[in-house]
């Protein structure tokens, strides 16, 4: 991870992902536009049967927290994928939304601003997108 940015980045190759609108120790030298990654996922009959009886019972239904984890990952990487083909080596205010689209259907969008940061002058301060 690169200096000074600690636990609140994501690191995806060689893309800096942040929650904040600043990558800390760095300083944006060119914004770009908004990078965006959006995956559709149904739910299987199947994992919706088992769903639905473990429901009865309560506790986690890990068929479907499989599932969200697995949008939300390909979600982030469409997003970084964009961003790198926009020249992006970062992406702050990161942000994930999600949306039902029917019964069965889900939509994760992960979104930020595409950005160009170099490590700040003395590697501390930041600056953040205006």
């Known amino acids: 991870m690169p200096r000074g940015v600690g636990d609140m980045a994501i690191r ?6 942040v929650t904040t609108p600043y990558v800390p120790g760095y300083r944006v030298v060119k914004v770009l536009g908004v990078a965006v990654g959006v995956t559709v996922r149904s739910r299987g009959l199947g994992a919706t049967i088992i769903a639905g009886v473990r429901s009865i019972f309560g506790g986690e239904i890990d068929e479907f927290t499989e599932l969200a984890e697995q949008a939300r990952r390909e979600a982030i990487e469409r ?24 019964e069965n259907m889900d939509e994760i969008i992960a979104y930020g601003t595409a950005v160009v940061v170099e490590p700040a002058e003395g590697g501390g301060g930041c600056a953040a997108v205006e």
């Open 12 to 17: 995806e190759g060689d893309v800096i992902v």
């Open 79 to 102: 997003m970084v994928m964009h961003a790198r083909e926009m020249g992006a080596n970062a992406v702050v205010s990161f942000r994930l939304e999600s949306n039902e689209i029917s």
